[in-house]
């Protein structure tokens, strides 16, 4: 089918409407809600549990999935995300608005539609997330199953469509498919093994804080570093190291499949689409060439004519090229960031804040937390404007191309072609040897001797004064003329730049010191935040110690009449107490100003020659040497740090 007849494609009525189906599934999605948050009880009680006691604290809040701190069940809610994209990308669409509003009022129609199809689609989520298995994989399964046939049969009875033309829907919906089947086998998955868990033929998975890779990242921090470590390898420093120890929330996983799915299908329709504009123009083409032939008074619009169809085939075949390219180019950004976010959320861990504008080194607690729901949303329409904005550019670097190279040899202006660009090249490499040639005048006569013969570079004082100050003044004028070709080429450098990096929204484009400015950088620093203090291994390490010890001892103090074990003495654990205290403060000096006696004593501190002020003093002097012993044993291992501008 061509695609001038996508068009003439007839509507197909199979009784079903996806649009409609939609709608209606409201019903079953509040029923399904309705259940899970019969089932569970609220913590705290409400005026209501007083005037309804019946209810026994039920109806709570029913939390789809953990967006911050949960880790489990990552690509169940990543395929769940994936049966969702349709839906999300048709919020893109003027026609998901199924009448006229005025244009002030498109936002709150848009807020209305996305609350519409996040509540059809919750019971997905609720389903995965509940605490009660065996009701959310029933009620997953039904409703899972009853999106797989409506979707699968309106897939095969009707599958053409305007765009794509022939097999339209299979094209394109096959991922959300994909998806739904995913769920339904995790949800019967579920079932069987909450069956198996009420049989007692299986343990039920216990409910931690910390998960086991988070265990393992901890112990790997306590270990030393064998002196014969393995180098890695050129993928492992340049492209990508696995890291067992790692893995990255479901948050994450979610965006990065609605960005690929989302990419697939604007891959397709920017295709089609651009075959159609494509064939309209040699449409228009050909009325006109038949206009020219007609009448005997256009010889100039007859010399246009195969100009104007040189220029719609180069046209043609570079928009189709450029779509591979920068499909491609936008798969690796989603791919990279993923790559970004680990290598900035390990380097908060260790501290390291030197990657980030300093303005950023302690956002707002309300920021952070509110780009975490900005997050997801803001990099899937980045990612999808920025395939249109790096598509264009590829598009005028290609026709560029074609231009300049391959059309002057297939015309045979080859010498034409070589002259040109021999006079540009020629040009710019001048410009560039004079700028090398001021730094290596610089280097050779106006700098003064090393100090030593072991330094790599001059230090930076001036030698032979007078010469350089009639070096300085005879080229101030010239390069006043190169300082205008760089500004032009500054200004190109930073729209390419820009363009070419637009939906990386894990680094600025915007100048140091404007960093403000740019929204989706702010988004995402709040949440790399966000994420580094709530899943911490660390942290989250120390808190399941605390949380297992307030355990034990509650445990040991009803159960305790039945221990045999005879209990520690208070003088024996008063001195292990005593002794990890001393431990813990000759290796980090620094706590003994911090300790609680000394902050109340401190205010008291009146002379240098108080015994207060000579704890002090030995405790800075403990502390800097015990610094000066740790950067002595990190100089002696080879430690590779990755630069910013990796990222």
């Not at 509003?101 to 997330?129: D, H, K, M, N, Q």
């Not at 499909?327 to 993923?338: C, D, G, I, K, Q």
């Not at 975490?372 to 980045?382: K, L």
Request: hydrophobic share 45%; with cysteine.
């Amino acid at each position: 089918m061509s695609p001038l007849e996508v068009s003439t494609v007839q509507e197909c009525d199979n009784g079903i409407s996806m649009d409609r189906f939609l709608h209606v599934s409201l019903i079953p999605a509040v029923l399904i809600t309705g259940v899970l948050s019969f089932l569970q009880k609220r913590a705290n009680s409400l005026g209501i549990d007083r005037r309804l006691p019946f209810l026994e604290g039920r109806f709570a809040i029913v939390v789809p999935l953990d967006t911050i701190g949960s880790l489990s069940n990552r690509w169940s809610y990543g395929f769940a995300f994936g049966a969702v994209s349709s839906s999300v990308l048709l919020l893109f669409s003027e026609g998901y608005i199924p009448f006229s509003v005025p244009t002030w009022a498109r936002a709150i129609v848009y807020l209305v539609g996305a609350l519409e199809v996040g509540l059809v689609y919750f019971p997905f989520f609720a389903c995965l997330s509940t605490p009660f298995r065996t009701a959310g994989a029933v009620l997953g399964i039904l409703y899972s199953l009853s999106w797989v046939i409506v979707t699968v049969w309106d897939m095969f009875t009707c599958p053409n469509g305007k765009i794509l033309g022939k097999y339209q829907k299979v094209i394109v919906q096959w991922p959300v498919v994909l998806s739904l089947i995913f769920l339904l086998g995790r949800f019967i998955y579920m079932l069987v093994k909450a069956v198996r868990i009420h049989l007692q033929l299986e343990q039920e998975d216990p409910e931690e804080l910390i998960e086991q890779h988070q265990v393992q990242h901890v112990k790997s921090l306590l270990r030393k570093t064998p002196a014969d470590s393995k180098p890695l390898s050129w993928f492992q420093r340049r492209v990508y190291e696995w890291d067992p120890y790692f893995k990255f929330p479901n948050r994450i996983i979610g965006t990065a499949i609605i960005s690929l799915i989302g990419l697939y299908t604007m891959t397709l329709a920017d295709y089609s689409l651009s075959n159609v504009a494509f064939d309209r123009v040699e449409t228009w083409k050909n009325t006109l060439k038949h206009l020219v032939t007609s009448c005997n008074q256009t010889e100039a619009l007859g010399a246009m004519i195969p100009q104007l169809e040189e220029f719609i085939d180069v046209a043609r075949k570079s928009w189709l090229a450029t779509t591979i390219f920068a499909s491609l180019n936008s798969v690796a950004y989603t791919f990279h960031v993923l790559a970004c976010y680990r290598k900035h959320i390990k380097r908060l861990w260790r501290g390291q804040k030197g990657f980030l504008p300093e303005k950023f080194h302690n956002p707002s607690s309300a920021v952070s937390v509110a780009s975490i729901t900005r997050y997801s949303g803001w990099q899937i329409a980045f990612t999808l404007w920025g395939y249109l904005i790096v598509h264009f550019v590829h598009f005028l670097f290609a026709l560029l191309f074609v231009y300049l190279l391959v059309l002057p040899i297939q015309h045979g202006r080859v010498l034409s072609m070589l002259t040109n660009l021999g006079i540009i090249f020629l040009t710019i490499g001048l410009v560039i040897a004079l700028v090398i040639l001021q730094v290596t005048l610089v280097q050779i006569f106006f700098l003064q001797d090393k100090m030593s013969p072991t330094d790599k570079h001059k230090p930076l004082a001036l030698n032979n004064r007078k010469a350089f100050h009639c070096f300085n003044y005879f080229f101030f004028f010239y390069n006043v003329v190169m300082g205008v070709s760089n500004c032009i080429l500054r200004l190109l450098c930073s729209i390419v730049a820009g363009t070419w990096l637009v939906s990386r929204i894990d680094r600025t484009i915007m100048q140091r010191g404007y960093e403000a400015m740019d929204a989706g950088y702010s988004t995402w620093i709040g949440m790399i935040f966000a994420d580094h203090y709530h899943n911490n291994p660390v942290m989250v390490c120390f808190c399941q110690l605390l949380v297992s010890n307030t355990l034990e001892r509650h445990t040991a103090s009803a159960y305790s009449t039945f221990s045999n074990t005879p209990a520690e003495s208070p003088v024996n654990s008063r001195a292990r107490g005593r002794w990890m205290l001393f431990y813990t403060l000759l290796r980090n000096p620094h706590l003994i100003l911090l300790r609680k006696h000394h902050l109340s004593s401190s205010s008291s501190l009146q002379t240098p020659s108080s015994p207060q002020a000579d704890k002090v003093v030995r405790a800075w002097v403990m502390a800097s040497q015990t610094q000066s012993r740790q950067a002595t044993s990190l100089s002696q291992i080879d430690i590779e740090v990755i630069p910013a501008e990796d990222c």
